[in-house]
């Protein structure tokens, strides 16, 4: 999965005593009753229990009532959960009574068999290992009520015993399993072994016990004829989704099980390394169209009509991979060079926006089989766009899922810049099929194996087979503004996480350390070895683990031995060099003393946002923050960056300081400049003194051109953070931004307008904003002259520049730009049937958020209308983003209060977007947040909620905003999540950075503002 998600974790907090049974539709109470009473019958037959189970809104609530008081008691429970009411298990019959537990998990004691709570280890005890899983799911979402949506299921699971035991457990999560439907068989044999269930639920799991212990070497089944559950609706496990058709809502049902949400699908072993193959059947209507990880092998009807999909046996995989939908959509199909059958899904009316996504897709599958020398192993892919995601997208085997802005592209509505999410994710999820998928990580601590790796091939892919795209430069942007900035702060952590088996622990850290970090720590290991090395290195990795598990030791001994067999240099250190990378959080900044004509001398130290921070203790390094660091140079005399591997000096972990002797080091004199890391191929920092700092950034100012665009970026990334921690002076910094009108390279150029970002937040409350705005313009003003607003959109650097300079320009108030964005706004509110060439996919969002930043209602209110109807997901939001831009503030409070209603704000993303874009009226979206922090994590998930929390406070500057975080991080204490720390430890830096605004206006009123 690419790195943003949301799931709603919260029904594994500690108990929250403030928080309660809200409606029907949380507890689906109404739903689980409507189901039970029609199985009343069946149960009295049989004279068993019944469990009924209530998904509350942060805690399960299970009341299990005996048989002969059934009836009275589900109804009288329901009541009571509907009205809140603590005591909804005393609904009961007298003398069956269950009791509901608080604190920590809440479970449910049965009164006729009280067993003690145990504390059971979070990872399973390994005792049995699945085989074979046969699984029947048949969701039910036909009735077009949400509160009846429900899906059955039926499995079974061939397990091998590893060492003797009577008991078994299997991970589950909010299913309703029937006792009696449980069996346990040895193979071959008929006696069933089940003696009693137990739930588990702090551990999400379920203990059956048996009648005889299971013997190691033997097989045996483990059946579960009778679960179910109600379609959930927080995008995890079984879920619903919707959209409209002609103004009515179409539903569809689809899973989304990574990390740990197959346990909410059905019973199972739910972790990485417990791989087993799988025979799925999904039950549905007739002319519905079931898709799984496999094809089709046949489909019988049963007796009600109801047809069942059969679909072929999946190689071994993880349970996480598992996939299906069940939905209307429709496809388009090509075939992959090597024959292999590539489809994309769509609702019918995208169907025409699939053309983009089919040719990135077989160009990035074709690519990734020749590259790794090993074909993909499925007889099908698929791959579906559907709006209610949580992820950008999830590589299921052989289906992929991905959000709908990120797969569909409509040309002509989208623009260029919408190529490059869209060909990312469609690269970095098919490259899923070999990392993850084929080979798996061992346990989730080692996540980056999976999602670093994907990351590094979404980029290497795109470079490869997009060159006039400069991809290279976007990752070394992408990568200073995510993977930096996390990874800077005190709160970031390791890429491998010793000792992680939680799974709340796992979730947070799918983030741009994991991702971006990842991805800059493997090119790092591909510079060190050499390209063809590395990907040699690669293929025989895979083929040395496939179909099974491997580690981050696997992969570095992978490499090493290539390079060892190829005569590398630095080979015989690979595993010992990349310990340094993966084992400590943080980076390193490398100091370059240029000592004299031909000397240099390198030593390192950590790179911290806030040198002064307090270690906080999570994570321990056991290299005391140094690195082992393949560091790479010139010069002005010498101006050669295309390093290769021959070219590393490696300055160890344990060396106190490396000097360099070399003839391309001219004398500290003058304008004579070294520069470090060439080509950014190292995940690091580099300072220099004032002297080359200044003849650096001269070179920027008299002519750019003469330093690697690369190398541009880390000039402009590497000053502004050595200005946060107090490494170097402001004045030095500031000199950048007066080269800011001369570059025309698009990813220095965002690399710079994000540091002048920075500073707009920053700087907005202070007298000195308006000559800084003004400097903008003056900056930015010839940009508009040269690109102007029409794009033919044959030249995609050209169109990303026009679309970035055209952002600023008007945001900055550049009147050229502002007047003719509401120009061609008014031509187009006018003439409705006819869009002014002017509003094109590269500018289209400027000319819609500068409309109606200086318009009035009437423009808001048009762009609402083109919201409603817009059949294009990325035209969808940027219109959602032009609302925001409002000047007025009633307007932005309408905007703010729409959020709650999910009609118009149909997803996470969508959400997040509304909140914070423009930063218009800060104040409004801190008194929203604040408000209503309840609804809006229980809406998000936590970690959506967390990164909204760092968007609502990202540009607070003063004490006063602190100290409201810091009391509402305290009056939250059971639900903050980690972003918070790494809230309150950003808003603190930026207190400090606000020493800096009187050298900002002394150095404007020096260039005569
Ligand atoms: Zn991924």
């Not at 008014?826 to 500018?843: F, R, T, Y």
């Amino acid at each position: 999965m690419p790195g943003e998600y949301t799931v709603n974790m919260r029904k594994y907090d500690a108990d929250d005593s403030s928080s309660s049974l809200k409606s029907a539709s949380q507890c689906h109470c109404s739903v689980a009753v409507g189901f039970l009473l029609i199985l009343v019958a069946i149960l009295v037959a049989v004279g068993v229990g019944l469990i009924v189970h209530f998904a509350g809104n942060n805690k399960d609530i299970v009341c299990n009532c005996n048989i002969s008081g059934l009836s009275a008691g589900i109804s009288g429970c329901v009541t009571l959960a509907k009205e809140n009411d603590p005591d909804i298990c005393g609904a009961c019959p007298a003398g069956q009574m269950t009791t509901l537990t608080h604190g920590g998990n809440t479970t449910t004691v049965p009164a006729t068999t009280v067993t003690p709570i145990k504390k059971y280890p979070l990872r399973l005890p390994g005792t049995v290992t699945p085989m074979l899983y046969s699984i029947s799911i048949k969701p039910d979402f036909y009735s077009g009520n949400e509160t009846e949506f429900m899906f059955y299921g039926q499995m079974s699971v061939l397990v091998h015993c590893n060492e003797n035991t009577d008991e078994i457990f299997m991970h589950v999560t909010d299913l309703h399993i029937a006792e009696n439907s449980i069996h346990v068989t040895a193979e071959g044999g008929s006696g069933n072994l089940f003696q009693s269930l137990e739930l588990v639920p702090s551990q999400q799991m379920i203990k059956i016990s048996l009648l005889s212990p299971l013997m190691a070497g033997n097989n045996y089944t483990v059946e579960i004829k009778d679960f179910y559950a109600p379609i959930r609706d927080d995008l995890t496990g079984i879920y619903k989704g919707s959209f409209r058709r002609n103004g009515e809502i179409v539903y569809y049902v689809t899973s989304q099980l990574e990390v740990v949400e197959a346990r909410k699908a059905f019973p199972c072993f739910d972790e990485p390394n417990l791989k087993a193959r799988f025979d799925i059947t999904i039950v549905r209507k007739p002319n519905w169209v079931a898709l799984s990880n496999m094809p089709r092998s046949r489909t019988d009807t049963d007796s009600d009509g109801w047809e069942h999909d059969v679909f072929e046996r999946t190689p071994i995989m993880p349970t996480y991979l598992l996939a299906f939908i069940v939905s209307d959509f429709t496809y388009r199909e090509s075939n992959t060079a090597n024959g292999v059958p590539l489809r994309i899904w769509a609702r019918k009316a995208a169907e025409n926006q699939t053309e983009f996504g089919m040719a990135s897709a077989l160009s990035s599958m074709n690519y990734l089989e020749s590259y790794l020398d090993i074909p993909y192993n499925m007889p099908k892919q698929d791959m579906i766009a559907i709006k209610d995601f949580v992820w950008p997208a999830m590589e299921n085997w052989g289906l992929i899922v991905f959000r709908e802005d990120l797969l569909l592209y409509e040309p002509g509505v989208s623009s260029q810049a919408n190529k490059y999410p869209t060909f990312r994710y469609i690269a970095h999820e098919l490259a899923h099929n070999w990392f993850g998928n084929l080979v798996s990580p061992n346990w989730w601590n080692d996540l980056w194996i999976k999602e670093g790796v994907a990351t590094f091939f979404e980029y290497r892919v795109m470079d490869v087979l997009n060159p006039d795209w400069r991809v290279s430069e976007s990752f070394a942007d992408d990568l200073t503004e995510e993977g930096f900035a996390l990874d800077g702060l005190q709160s970031s952590h390791p890429l491998f996480l010793k000792g992680l088996d939680d799974p709340l622990d796992i979730l947070r850290h799918y983030d741009s350390v994991s991702y971006k970090k990842g991805a800059a720590v493997t090119f790092m290991l591909e510079f060190m070895v050499g390209r063809d090395t590395f990907q040699r290195g690669f293929t025989s990795y895979l083929k040395q683990f496939l179909f099974g598990n491997a580690g981050h030791t696997d992969f570095f001994l992978a490499m090493q031995t290539q390079a060892q067999v190829e005569n590398k240099t630095l080979a015989d250190d690979i595993v010992d060099i990349m310990g340094t990378w993966v084992y400590q959080m943080g980076y390193p900044t490398v100091h370059v003393e240029h000592t004299g004509q031909g000397k240099m001398r390198l030593t390192q130290s950590r790179y911290l946002q806030d040198p002064q921070a307090k270690e906080k203790g999570v994570f321990q390094s056991e290299f005391g923050y140094t690195w082992d660091i393949p560091f790479t140079f010139t010069s002005n005399t010498e101006k050669d960056f295309a390093k290769i591997d021959d070219d590393i000096v490696l300055l160890r972990r344990d060396e106190g300081s490396v000097s360099i002797l070399s003839d391309v080091i001219p004398g500290p004199v003058g304008d004579n400049w070294v520069i470090g890391n060439t080509e950014f191929h190292g995940y690091y920092r580099v300072n220099y003194d004032e002297r080359n700092w200044r003849s650096l950034i001269n070179q920027l100012i008299n002519d750019h051109t003469l330093i690697d665009p690369l190398n541009r970026i880390q000039i402009i990334s590497d000053a502004f953070s050595f200005v946060r921690s107090g490494e170097i002076d402001l004045n030095i910094a500031l000199k950048i931004l007066e080269y800011l009108r001369k570059e025309r390279s698009y990813a220095p150029l965002n690399k710079l307008m994000r540091e002048v970002q920075f500073m707009d937040k920053m700087l907005k409350n202070q007298p000195v904003y308006g000559k800084f705005r003004k400097f903008m313009r003056d900056s930015l003003k010839q940009l508009v002259t040269e690109y102007g607003f029409i794009d033919d959109g044959s030249n995609y650097i050209a169109s990303h520049m026009r679309g970035i300079a055209l952002k600023w320009a008007c945001y900055y108030g550049v009147e050229e730009c502002t007047e003719q964005a509401q120009q061609l706004m008014s031509q187009w509110m006018a003439n409705q049937s006819v869009k002014p060439p002017g509003i094109n996919p590269e500018v289209s969002e400027t000319v819609y958020c500068t409309a109606v930043k200086y318009g009035d209602e009437t423009v808001w209110d048009f762009v609402m209308q083109r919201l409603k109807v817009e059949n294009v997901e990325t035209e969808s939001h940027k219109f959602l983003k032009a609302l925001t831009c409002t000047s007025h503030k009633w307007l932005r409070i309408k905007m703010i209060r729409s959020i709650l209603i999910t009609d118009i704000i149909p997803n996470p993303l969508v959400y997040r977007a509304t909140m914070n874009a423009g930063h218009a009226f800060p104040e409004l979206t801190w008194d929203f947040f604040r408000n209503n922090y309840d609804e809006l994590l229980e809406r998000l998930g936590t970690t959506w909620f967390g990164r909204l929390l760092m968007q609502v406070v990202d540009e607070f500057n003063t004490e006063l905003r602190l100290e409201e975080l810091v009391r509402l991080g305290e009056s939250k204490a059971d639900e903050k999540n980690a972003e918070h720390d790494i809230a309150v430890e950003h808003v603190k830096n930026n207190i400090k950075w606000m020493h800096n605004v009187d050298k900002i206006e002394q150095w404007l009123n020096g260039l005569g503002y």
